[in-house]
Every structure is written in structure tokens, then in C-alpha cells.
């Protein structure tokens, strides 16, 4: 026959209970922490590692390039505009496709590719020279581009934009400097930007065209120039989306019109100085600044 407990057993009973309630909740509790901070570890390590796949560099042209005939200079700009184009569409088959295919994929999908692009391009921009000038041999040699595991971001300035665009900028690969000297492209600008037929598009003059023949040291620099007039053009249409219905009937004038004049302006002058330095300095450049609203 079962004997109850004395009073004082039955309080060290439950105390004991107790804790051992307490330290299994613990147990568990610490147990879900734990188990999140791996989970959140693994993600983060998986996200690095998916954020760096590398990025595409590629021999500069523009600097490899000799005198530039004037009747050359918007054909030369618009293929150096068209390499950029084809690094910043490499770079970004490179980030969307991380993780596919065999070890060979870069090499076959997307360098391969690149490669015959420029080739092309490349034999563009020396027969649109030997049009009219001693046509450059061996460029053929600047086609092939290698991927660096350093991270897309350090090598294209992109942007690009990131692909930025890549950029933006994009001194890693050494195209950004003459990559686009688009200037010449001032219509395409404008056509860009044109699908907002009810807010308009700003137009401005070409620059491009309107250059003498750029000695070679001094090509890099106003291909780099022209590339900043095109971005100053397509940031001014951006504006002219963004700021739709704001301001009294002068709004475009002073605050988009003005501004892009002075931007361009300044650019204008330092492609003028740059020439200036073992040429004639072209005189007049000025009053391309202007820029217009086109409905």
C-alpha cells in the first residue's frame, strides 16, 4: 500500500519538476535559435556566393585606334557605343545565368559569342576609318575578353550599372572611355526617350559630326566626353518623365532646358581643349549646347 509524502517531499518534488520544465523549454528555445542562425548563415553565405560570378573584361579599342578621319568619327563612335553595349549584355548573362550549365558555359554561351560580336564590330570601325585613311591592321586581336572572378561590379564601373549599366563608367574593361562617344547619336537619344509622346523629348544638336579629325591622344578623351553628352541627354528625359506636371509653364526651361545647356556646354569645352592639345582647337562648338523640347 502507497504511503503519501510528507509535505516537505512533495514541495522538493515539484521544485525539481519545475526546473526541469524550465531547462527542456530552455533546451528547445535555444534549440529554434541555433537552428534559425544556421539557416540564416547558410543563406547569407549562398547569397554572397551568387552575388560574385565574376564579370567580363575586355581589351580596349578606342585607345588602340589611330587618327580619326572626321568623316569616320560618328561610324567609329556608334560601333565603340556598340561595344560597351555588348560587355554590359555579356555582364548581365553572366549574373542571370550563375549556376547553369557545365564548367564550360561561360566559355561557349556567352564568351564565344562576345567574341564574334566584336569581331565584327571591331572590322566596322577599321574599314569606316580606311575609307578615307590608312585602314588599322590587327585590331582583330582586341575581340577576345576573359571573365574575371573579382566581381562584376569592380570591373565595369557598371553601372553597370551595374549593369549599369556598368557605367556605368566601366574602366575595368577599358571601353568605357570610348565606349560610347555616342554624341553623334543624338537622334537616337531623342528616339529613346521619344516613347512619351505626350510629355515630348529634349533634341539636341551632334556633336560628333561636327568634329575635325581626333588625333589618337586625344581620342580616348572626347570618346569619353561624348559618352557623358549622351548620358546628360538621357538624364534630362528622365527628368522630363518624372517631373510631368510639375511647375508653371517655365518648369522645362529652367529647370531641365537650362541646366542640360551648362552641362553640355562644359563638356563641350573639354572635348575642344582636348583636340586643342595637338591639333587645331575647333572653334564654335558652343552653340551645339542649346538643347530643345520636341513634342
Not at 585613311?133 to 569592380?154: E, F, I, R, S
Not at 564601373?157 to 556605368?168: E, K, Q, T
Amino acid at each position: 500500500m502507497s504511503r503519501a509524502l510528507p509535505k516537505y517531499n512533495q514541495r522538493r518534488v515539484a521544485i525539481i519538476g519545475g526546473a526541469a520544465a524550465v531547462a527542456l523549454t530552455g533546451a528547445i528555445v535555444a534549440g529554434t535559435a541555433l537552428a534559425g542562425e544556421t539557416s540564416k548563415s547558410s543563406g547569407s553565405t549562398t547569397a554572397r556566393t551568387l552575388a560574385s560570378p565574376g564579370s567580363i573584361s575586355c581589351p580596349d579599342v578606342a585607345s588602340k585606334l589611330p587618327a580619326i578621319p572626321a568623316s569616320a568619327q560618328a561610324e567609329v563612335t556608334r560601333n565603340l557605343t556598340l561595344l560597351q553595349t555588348q560587355i554590359d549584355e555579356a555582364n548581365k548573362r553572366l549574373v542571370d545565368t550563375v549556376g547553369q550549365g557545365g564548367p564550360n558555359f561561360v566559355n561557349n554561351a556567352i564568351l564565344g559569342p562576345l567574341k564574334d560580336k566584336r569581331v565584327a564590330t571591331v572590322n566596322r570601325i577599321a574599314t569606316a576609318i580606311g575609307r578615307t585613311a590608312a585602314k588599322p591592321q590587327g585590331l582583330d586581336a582586341l575581340a577576345p575578353c576573359a571573365l574575371n572572378g573579382a566581381g562584376a561590379a569592380a570591373n565595369n564601373g557598371n553601372a553597370n550599372a551595374n549593369a549599369g549599366g556598368n557605367a556605368n563608367a566601366g574602366k575595368g574593361n577599358g571601353n568605357a572611355n570610348a565606349n560610347a562617344g555616342n554624341g553623334n547619336a543624338n537622334a537616337g537619344n531623342n528616339a529613346a526617350a521619344g516613347g512619351n509622346a505626350a510629355v515630348g523629348t529634349i533634341s539636341c544638336p551632334d556633336v560628333a559630326s561636327k568634329l575635325p579629325a581626333i588625333p589618337a591622344t586625344a581620342q580616348a578623351e572626347v570618346t569619353r566626353n561624348l559618352t557623358l553628352l549622351q548620358t546628360q541627354i538621357n538624364e534630362a528625359n528622365k527628368r522630363l518623365v518624372d517631373t510631368v506636371g510639375q511647375g508653371g509653364p517655365n518648369f522645362v526651361n529652367n529647370a531641365i532646358l537650362g541646366p542640360l545647356a551648362d552641362k553640355r556646354k562644359s563638356t563641350i569645352d573639354r572635348i575642344a581643349i582636348s583636340i586643342g592639345r595637338t591639333a587645331a582647337k575647333p572653334q564654335g562648338l558652343d552653340s551645339l549646347a542649346a538643347c530643345t523640347l520636341t513634342k
